[in-house]
């Protein structure tokens, strides 16, 4: 399934041939679409639009193009919408646009901060459009407290910060046409380092075709385009994108549409992921697993831990995946046992392993336990995640205390002297001195990786 977030589809563009328009999504794939407001008039014929048609959402509001022409009758009018139609999920479209500037700034403003009050009131989420107005936009949505109501700041335009202010308060980033663009360079950049989990698609249509039909009326099933060029930027396949942004749209938008299930085994990419157990040794300042359990569209909660049967039946032929990963959201080498079987198996399969761990499995076995995995694991990651035991006990404080972040080492130390590949990787966090940690890899003789703070899998 993939959700579109943000279409125009009461403008007239659309007038002649709306059922085509409609049909071209689906057999793209494009189940759900969200036709966003930008006028009273447009809000009334949205509103007819998802009355009519399956599976489209609609969303009142005011384009801050529009303000100047906004009647404090239509606040009212916008407002009893979204109290009454329920295909109303969202409040939008509002925001600043400092660039064409149609409309006043200070009507822009009021009409922005109007919107942020009625939505965190009726508990909807925002669509924000911003134009050259990213450090107004960023005070106004800190200053009213618009992250109480969330939502999604759509047609990413801004810088890494911009971004970074927008996640920190809760919302989304919308993705459309402009990243296929060869002059959006920037805006790649900044979409790189946004989690996957914070990111819903969207065309903007008729506006902003993507690259290869550009020219054309744009319309919802040229998401196709976009979700190419986010796959190819993640380093995803473009199911991953899609199931992906598809719960985040549903869930950002209450839409009740997608509901994942918990499971044992997860693809990504070509890689198989194993979830053995939800337990883990630490208790990680920026780990999910407690409150959002969600790896990639992937629910990781588990209701009882499977058994080895249980975990060789999910894989199958371990040839078909590029390498089986121990993984999850929990510490895998607790449940050692259960991992040197099913590696065991794998590797008699002739398929290939990693294991992800927080490298405290000597630790929490009271023995050296690293002998044992030679031969059945190809590859280790060992979350390292600060450069002295200070900073390690801050980040991720451990059940055995501030001895957890010395025993990593040794246990990426030893790790070299029995599985081929080892990886020592950190979170990009201010308080982590990045070259420090490079250097206590390369100490090691290990490889060093950065992961982006709050990207997972
Ligand atoms: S080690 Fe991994 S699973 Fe455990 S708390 Fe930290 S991030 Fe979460």
Known sequence: MIIETHSHLSFPDFKDDLPDVLKRAREKGVEVIITVSADILSTRENAKIAKQEERVFFTPGIHPHDTDNAKEEYFREIEEILKRDKLAVAVGETGLDFYRNHSTRKRQEESFIRFIDIAKRLNKPLVIHCRDAYS??????????????????????????????????????????????????????????????????????????????????????????????????????????????????????????????????????????????????????????????????????????????????????PKNYDEIVFCGYGEPLIRLAIVKEVAKWVKAKGGKVRINTNGQANLIHKRNIIPELEGLVDRISISLNAHNAEVYEKLCPSEFGPKAYEEIIKFAKEAKRFIPDVTLTVVSLEEVDIEKCKNIAESVGANFRIREYNVVG
């Open 136 to 317: 107004r936009l960023s005070e106004i949505i800190e200053s009213e407290e618009a992250g109480i109501a969330g939502g999604v700041v759509h047609c990413f335009s801004g810088d890494y910060n911009f971004a970074r202010t927008i996640l920190d308060n809760g919302f989304f980033i919308g993705v459309g046409g402009t990243i296929t663009y060869p002059k959006s360079n920037a805006i790649r950049e900044v979409i790189k380092r946004v989690p996957m989990e914070r990111i819903v698609l969207e065309t903007d249509c008729p506006y902003l075709a993507p690259q290869a039909v550009r020219g054309k009326r744009n319309e919802p099933s040229f998401l196709t385009y976009i979700i190419d060029e986010i796959a190819l930027l993640k380093g995803l396949s473009n199911s991953d994108v899609a199931r992906v942004t598809s719960l985040n749209a549903s869930t950002l938008f209450s839409l009740g549409v997608v509901n994942p299930q918990s499971v044992i085994t997860y693809r990504i990419r070509d890689s198989l992921y194993v979830n053995v157990t939800n337990r883990c040794s630490n208790k990680c300042v920026f780990c999910r697993r407690e409150e959002d359990p969600i790896v990639k569209g992937h629910l990781l909660k588990l209701g009882e831990e499977p058994s080895a049967e249980r975990i060789i039946e999910e894989i199958g032929n």
